[in-house]
T-cell receptor
Framework: DGGITQSPKYLFRKEGQNVTLSCEQNLNHDAMYWYRQDPGQGLRLIYYSQIVNDFQKGDIAEGYSVSREKKESFPLTVTSAQKNPTAFYLC????????????FGPGTRLTVL | GENVEQHPSTLSVQEGDSAVIKCTYSDSASNYFPWYKQELGKGPQLIIDIRSNVGEKKDQRIAVTLNKTAKHFSLHITETQPEDSAVYFCAASMYSGGYQKVTFGTGTKLQVIP
């Protein structure tokens, strides 16, 4: 059963804490992406990775960090430097060619208490 | 950079009627236009896409049209059903700076009234 999985589905964080969101895919996709979704807004790109051990900042990378040690995994850490982290976080992947569909995981809803 | 505008933000239709969602984009370099359906609390799911060398594409009750000259594209859903109720996002995509950059519209919340 191929696809993208994200965990946890819901995550609560106290102010000042770092939290890590998991994203795993078994689609053999080279490229992976993290987006943030806020109510009434489109998806905004946080980080992306085209290949293992390489990643680039997206439009709103401040306060976030990522790693890409394995092709299948692209975890996102929301650090205490992110001033407004409450949002719905979506991971996506694709083959990485010029016009290729991005497929999304089910998302993680992060709430700061 | 690319800017995608999507209208309307909310749309209510009677079951069986048609629904149309319109998007415009600003950068002529965009060459791939996917449409996603997102149900509450879930990730977006691709429902149809169109590439810049095609003017129209249809898949059962769903169709998408693209006018490259005017830089706009539209989603058409015919014979709407209650299960079509969701938020729909359009997107414009291009290959820029070594990666596929996708710019999303702000979404249309479609409500199909039984």
């Amino acid at each position: 059963d191929g696809g993208i999985t994200q965990s946890p589905k819901y995550l609560f964080r106290k102010e000042g804490q770092n939290v890590t969101l998991s994203c795993e895919q078994n689609l053999n996709h080279d490229a992976m992406y993290w987006y943030r979704q806020d109510p009434g807004q489109g998806l905004r790109l946080i980080y992306y990775s085209q290949i293992v051990n390489d990643f680039q900042k997206g439009d709103i990378a401040e306060g976030y960090s990522v790693s890409r040690e394995k092709k299948e995994s692209f975890p996102l850490t929301v650090t205490s430097a992110q001033k407004n982290p409450t949002a719905f976080y979506l991971c996506a992947s694709n083959v990485g060619t010029v016009t290729d569909t991005q497929y999304f995981g089910p998302g993680t809803r992060l709430t700061v208490l | 950079g690319e800017n995608v505008e999507q209208h309307p933000s909310t749309l209510s239709v009677q079951e069986g009627d048609s629904a149309v969602i319109k998007c415009t984009y600003s950068d002529s370099a965009s060459n791939y236009f996917p449409w996603y359906k997102q149900e509450l609390g879930k990730g977006p799911q691709l429902i149809i896409d169109i590439r810049s060398n095609v003017g129209e594409k249809k898949d059962q009750r769903i169709a998408v049209t693209l006018n490259k000259t005017a830089k706009h594209f539209s989603l058409h859903i015919t014979e709407t059903q209650p299960e079509d109720s969701a938020v729909y996002f359009c997107a414009a995509s291009m290959y820029s700076g070594g990666y596929q950059k996708v710019t999303f519209g702000t979404g249309t919340k479609l409500q199909v009234i039984p």
